[in-house]
T-cell receptor
Framework: KNQVEQSPQSLIILEGKNCTLQ??????????LRWYKQDTGRGPVSLTI?????NTKSNGRYTATLDADTKQSSLHITASQLSDSASYIC????????????FGSGTRLLVRP | GAVVSQHPSWVICKSGTSVKIECRSL??????MFWYRQFPKQSLMLMAT?????????EQGVEKDKFLINHASLTLSTLTVTSAHPEDSSFYIC??????????????FGPGTRLTVL
């Protein structure tokens, strides 16, 4: 069964600190992996998208890594800001014609002053 | 670019009434649009896949007669929740996939519609 699992489920950090979120998946065949940020009451916004051949991709203070061999990804947030408080969702796309996305349950991040 | 809008952003209705939610791709053509539902503290759950000019494909457990989907153009899809009940209260999110002819396979999400059924 194709699944995407994220950890931790929730995380509280102090403003200015770094943090790393984890994502493990069993989706096959694999097309790409995306990290989204979802603010409360809003739709998901794409942070990064990586294909099989990409190991790392950055978007400002967000850096995503992908190990396609172990089927693991991480999202590292540097110098966190209060506005980083949100849910971060790992999403994997199957390599088929359906273009369906398989969602992780998300990590709820709270950045405190 | 790649902006997806939804209207309304929130709606409150009485039990038994029908509610229509619009999803528009503002600056690109979307051959495929997806409708998701999200309950509090849970991730998005795919309800149906909508292809322009054809019938929507519903996920298992989603009643097609209750959640009517119309995708009449490459920039507009609508979801109508018929005879809404309190258990239909949720956050409904659409996404649009860039046309396959562009060579891209990216989904862009709308801002969501909060439905509350009294």
């Amino acid at each position: 069964k194709n699944q995407v699992e994220q950890s931790p489920q929730s995380l509280i950090i102090l403003e200015g600190k770094n943090c790393t979120l984890q994502c493990n998946y069993t989706v096959s065949p694999f097309s790409n992996l995306r990290w989204y940020k979802q603010d409360t009451g809003r739709g998901p916004v794409s942070l990064t998208i990586m294909t099989f051949s990409e190991n790392t991709k950055s978007n400002g203070r967000y850096t995503a890594t992908l190990d396609a061999d172990t089927k693991q990804s991480s999202l590292h947030i540097t110098a966190s800001q209060l506005s980083d408080s949100a849910s971060y969702i790992c999403v994997v796309s199957e390599r088929d014609s359906s273009y369906k996305l398989i969602f992780g349950s998300g990590t709820r991040l709270l950045v405190r002053p | 670019g790649a902006v997806v809008s939804q209207h309304p952003s929130w709606v409150i209705c009485k039990s038994g009434t029908s509610v229509k939610i619009e999803c528009r791709s503002l600056d690109f053509q979307a051959t495929t649009m997806f409708w998701y539902r999200q309950f509090p503290k849970q991730s998005l759950m795919l309800m149906a896949t909508s292809n322009e000019g054809s019938k929507a494909t519903y996920e298992q457990g989603v009643e097609k007669d209750k959640f009517l989907i119309n995708h009449a153009s490459l920039t507009l899809s609508t979801l109508t929740v018929t005879s809404a009940h309190p258990e239909d209260s949720s956050f409904y999110i659409c996404s649009a996939r860039v046309s396959a002819t562009s060579g891209r396979n990216e989904q862009f999400f709308g801002p969501g519609t909060r439905l509350t059924v009294l």
